[in-house]
DNA sequence: CGTGGCCTTGAAGAATCTCAAATAATGTGG
DNA sequence: CCACATTATTTGAGATTCTTCAAGGCCACG
């Protein structure tokens, strides 16, 4: 456990904040990964404190971004690649009949915008879901940083390969699963980020609509709604809108490794 | 165009081949990326000549694979990445229930095993599905080399990254697409890449079963088999088991362009 | 207090899967 | 080189799952 007030200490300035120079943001927050309290989910996670301190004089953005606003769309020119501080956020592709597809969520201490690097520009688009803050690293000078350090160098290639390990399960589900377990398998791993968190990983508050659901997982909101009741019915959940609890986990698993295992 | 040639040319031994440390291959071929005629297409796309030379300092290994023969399988440690040099491969998982789920396919000039790098041990089992040949990459020297080099590190990353995306539109494929628009986007997708290697993209030899593509595509082999059918009755193709004849290129993108953009 | 967005539920329809059988292609062992 | 076993593919028919269309309720917000 981190204590919370590490995250709110005064930093040393050595490099002004981004939002600074570009003059946009009403307090230009000054950033540290030294100091965060994200620091064992999100980039810094596994790093030496040498190499922690390397990420510190970067010139990293922080900004709030409220609820339904876009962080990035897809076809925006790459510059930096976000992380979740607080909030949730959804990725997304706009398809040719104009329906949206959701590719992601992310939770705290998640990256956004890996998938940029291939053509130099965003290959989805990024909504918060609800009132959130994020850090923006400017990926120039991480690669620059990275350069200088071994380990931030197999950190990013982590965290790269992590998501493609992440979006080949996703194939998986959405290439073997049913309507059941497809949800089973979304809801257990919301719990596990939940519990990753130090949330409650029985009881939580989705902060997607059910279509924004059912596009990530394949399947019409009206599935994810029946499916959702029967998980109900059979014992598994209380369902009241977006507020989950999971009543029988045990069963909620077996649901879905009779595919995965 | 690159001379064919140019790949069998004598080269100087600057490192012996990990083959022949290992004492298992007959003849330890020395491999070279700056000679190789996949270096369009392949790690070296890109790269700088001094770059590329680079790449030639590792003690790449260079093996056959015969039709059938497990590259590596998921839980393998992670020490290589892999490039095709010729043939195919499929990558898949194995589910709880004893069925295997195909996650990609790869052709020559593609990377397999990035997938490793997050847990260290590899995500997913490589086959071959027809005789091949592969270079195998030490991925600590690889890193090594790249620390040394910032467009070897953009390289990697870009490579990661073009994954990352390849997997999202496979997501989007299986989240949003009807049986003929999954075939459909398949066809097109592998046809594209026989163009990108010098072949015909409008005539090719399919090297995987139906039930592979249906894994694939997540849909059974049957309705791959009737889908494929339907394109023939349409006059979009001309199938005969795995040969494929494209016959109306147009009217085949039409029918997946309806979704994706 | 009305409006719009979100969610739930029902009923009918469409797409895909399952089961089954026939055929073709391939490989094996004698 | 042939007979036989095995594997891959195609096609049909019925079963199942999911989607579509439709209606109504709940809730937050102006």
Sequence with gaps: MHTATLENRPSPLKFVSSRELHGA??????????????KDLCLPCGLATNDVERLDGLQFGRRKVKAGATLYREGDGFHHIYAVR???????????DGREQVSGFHM???????????????ASSATALEDAEICSIPYGQLAE?????????????????????????????????????RLAAFLLNISQRMKARGY????????????????????KLE?????????????????DKRHIRILDLQALTRTFEQRVQ
Tied chains: 1, 2.
């Design 86 to 96: 607080s909030g949730t956020f959804k990725s997304s592709l706009t398809l040719a």
């Design 200 to 219: 409650s990983s029985s009881e939580f508050h989705l902060r997607m609509t059910r279509a924004e659901i059912g596009s990530y997982l394949g399947m």
């Design 25 to 38: 943001a009403p307090v230009p927050l000054q950033t540290q990964c030294s100091t965060c309290h994200l």
């Design 108 to 122: 705290a201490g998640e990256l956004m915008g890996l998938d940029a690097l291939a053509q130099g520009r965003h």
């Design 145 to 181: 940083v990275s350069a200088a350090s071994t380990s931030l160098q197999m950190v990013m290639g982590r965290m790269m390969s992590r998501e493609i390990v992440r979006e080949h399960s996703l194939m998986v589900l959405l290439g073997s699963m049913n309507a059941e377990e």
């Design 223 to 239: 599935t994810v709604s029946r499916t959702f009741s029967a998980f109900q019915q059979q014992g598994l959940l209380e369902v």
